[in-house]
């Protein structure tokens, strides 16, 4: 995403410095801390107790931020609405839904939905069964590109430079099956690239397969990734991959629309 | 939810202003405006444009904001990540999605999840079959609590106060149905509280029939609810009522775990 060129601020550094210490605030939350007290949000966000707390005062005015009972501080509701109009976050999201719920009822298996972020990609929706196949990931969370069917696809799909990006780092390792050879990983996209599918077979948990279909935006580009995730070990079940192709296809179509 | 005081900021009108400015450009993107230019920007944010361009360039250098090709900001990605952090948007919404999802496929009708803030209904989830009757709700969107089978629920639990307060302004009208009578509302009030289900039918437009139940948080507290929306007219399908309320106890169990 470009950044437009900024005109020297009349006051160097308090604009820009107070604006990044409150956006260093919202940094502190993550996955493993979704509610601080106000030291620990001082402390994770490295500032002086007395600015994190008129930083968060002003956050929490505004709904950014919430406080609960017991005086810790969360993401507030107010933060979560502007969000969720964040095309790649919700707008995808929302286009997509209605077929993986259609994916979900014909499968009856973990169906997800993912986005490319520099070179990770981002789980934007899941749909689990109680009974499909355990799944390391949850909506927000980040896997690298050559590891899952989504990422696969995305990363087929990217600009060219960025798979040498990849190749050109270790390929992290998850299982014994996880992608290390750059080699094949290229031989593994250009697959993908011909098929339209991705599939991922025990490459994060020995137990799953991920098929994986490229979802493309109005112009044509692929913006997001839809998957399906089964036991692996049990082969591709015939239609599955129809099934995965022609959702994907549908919430393309929704997006030109 | 309470304010910590804040201690006299060293700088008056920097530190507090700056955070201002910086949220009144977030605050400046609805459903409505998506997607915005610098100059548009500026101008919902009722900002300078040197000041918008100067916090526009921070805020997609973190990744709050995403440019696109046409030099257009929408939110960004990584403010959607941190979003999802937030209890009440995408902790009860990823605790209540898999009892949607059944409740969705023993029904097919439209499932809503809703939390209050202040005096409205917020959406959180939504699943709608293609089939199911039309509705005016999209997540994110707030509507008054009298008027919506969540809003009942919400508001029947709610704080003492809260019906007070609703009830002491006047009472938003849709259809011909829309309840407009404080005492006819209180009435409804007392039949929720004593059934544990708010029945709402074509309050806010004349084909839906809304059937709701409160999902209850950790300590007990109602803290969101559920609703199936179905055609209305039809009656209340046997089987309905029941469905919603084990979703609803579900959902609170998870939150409670």
Redesign the interface.
Known sequence: ???????A?R?PD???S???R??AV??A???SH??LT?TALARRAGLPL??A????????????L??DAT?AY??????????????????VR?AA??FM?DL??ATHENVQLA?R?GLEV?Y?EL????SAVQVRT???SRWPLHATGVGLVLLAYGPPRLAEQVCARPLRRYTEMTIQDPHRLRAVLAEVRRTGIAVSERQITMEGLSIAAPVRGPGGEVVASLSVVVPAGEGVAPGLIPAVRVAAHGISRTLAA
Chains 1, 2 share one sequence.
């Open positions: 995403m470009g950044t437009p060129r900024s005109p601020p006051r308090t604009g820009r107070v604006a990044g409150m956006l919202l940094g939350f993550d996955a979704r509610s106000l007395a600015t707390h008129r930083l968060v005062a002003t956050l929490t005015r505004w709904g950014a919430e406080r005086g969360h993401v507030g509701l107010r933060l979560w609405e502007v969000a969720m109009l964040s095309p790649r976050g919700g707008g929302e839904l209605p719920e979900y009822e986005v972020d981002v934007v749909i689990s069964g109680r949850r909506v927000g």
